[in-house]
């Protein structure tokens, strides 16, 4: 069974840093990206981070762009994301996201989502 587990989401004051950690498992194929989205109350889901799909840098929303990072450890099925300077702005539900292909059809999976909140 596939299962995406974050890990790493809570309370932090304005200013502050947190590191969230998504780790795969279960998957029968190789994973092709990962990514974080996030959804903040009254919002529709976004994203946050991707990797590039032409092996590039990493693609960022302009609003966390210079603050947050995205990586990966290909051995570990994990997929992190730091975040630096956060702002109340941040607040919001944090989601891994996983694509793979699987007898050619592409397939999404979620994770259950952390919490993050900013807030003094």
């Known amino acids: 069974q596939v299962q995406l587990v974050e890990s790493g989401g809570g309370l932090v004051q304005p200013g502050g840093s947190l590191r969230l950690s998504c780790a795969g498992s279960g998957f029968r194929s190789i994973i092709d990206t990962m990514s974080w989205y996030r959804q903040a109350p009254g919002k529709e889901r976004e994203l946050v981070a991707a990797p590039s799909s032409s092996g590039g840098s990493p693609n960022y929303a302009d609003s966390v762009k210079g603050r947050f990072t995205i990586s990966r450890d290909n051995a570990k099925n994990t997929v992190y994301l730091q975040m630096n300077s956060l702002k109340a702005e941040d607040t919001a539900v944090y989601y891994c996201?996983?694509?793979?292909?699987?007898?050619?059809?592409?397939?999404?999976?979620w994770g259950q989502g952390t919490q993050v909140t900013v807030s003094s």
């Open positions: 996201n996983a694509r793979t292909t699987r007898w050619g059809i592409p397939l999404t999976y």
